[in-house]
């Protein structure tokens, strides 16, 4: 196990096999995982850019970021938005299930464009400006008063094999 300061602001590169890498109330400008049969777990963690890639695993946590991209084969995501900076979260998923709490709030405005092919979209959010749904697979929608949000958050989710579960 590697320590790091929460007050020391890091860039972080992991790579590994059979492992696991917990992030807690850690910030900085990147960071970049690759790991096969393991985990992720993020608490209260800030990062300008994130890359994840997992196989056979899960990316489990809590997480503010500019710029953030999971690719993930053979597991779920559990993602929570935290922070009030406005940012792209992307999230590629073959099997596996992926849950979002957005954490809204009245300066926060979501845009969403998500699919599934063979699973389910469950939206619990109710208010949208725009929301376009043809096929029950996909969906685009924009949270009410999106356009005048201070903090503007896109999230682009695909997963072929499993459900979609968006939270407020």
Do not use: W
Not at 31 to 36: C, F, G, K, R, V
């Amino acid at each position: 196990m590697v320590y790091i300061p929460s007050t020391l602001s890091c860039e972080i590169t992991h790579s590994t096999l059979n492992g696991k890498l917990q992030i807690s109330g850690i910030s900085g400008p990147g960071l970049s995982a690759e790991i096969a049969n393991g985990r992720v777990e993020f608490t209260d963690a800030y990062f300008e850019k994130v890359d994840v890639s997992v196989t056979n695993g899960e990316i489990r946590g809590s997480i503010s970021s500019q710029d953030l991209e999971y690719e993930i084969i053979n597991g779920e995501v559990y993602l929570e938005i935290i922070g009030n900076e406005s940012g792209k979260y992307s999230i590629d998923v073959i099997n596996g299930d992926v849950t979002i709490d957005c954490n809204l709030g009245s300066n926060k405005g979501f845009d969403f464009d998500i699919s599934t092919i063979h699973g389910t979209i469950d939206m619990g959010i109710e208010d949208f400006d725009l929301i376009r749904s043809e096929d029950k697979k996909s969906l685009e929608a924009k949270t009410e008063g999106y356009s005048l949000a201070q903090v503007k958050i896109k999230e682009l989710v695909d997963v072929v094999n499993g459900s979609i579960d968006i939270r407020p």
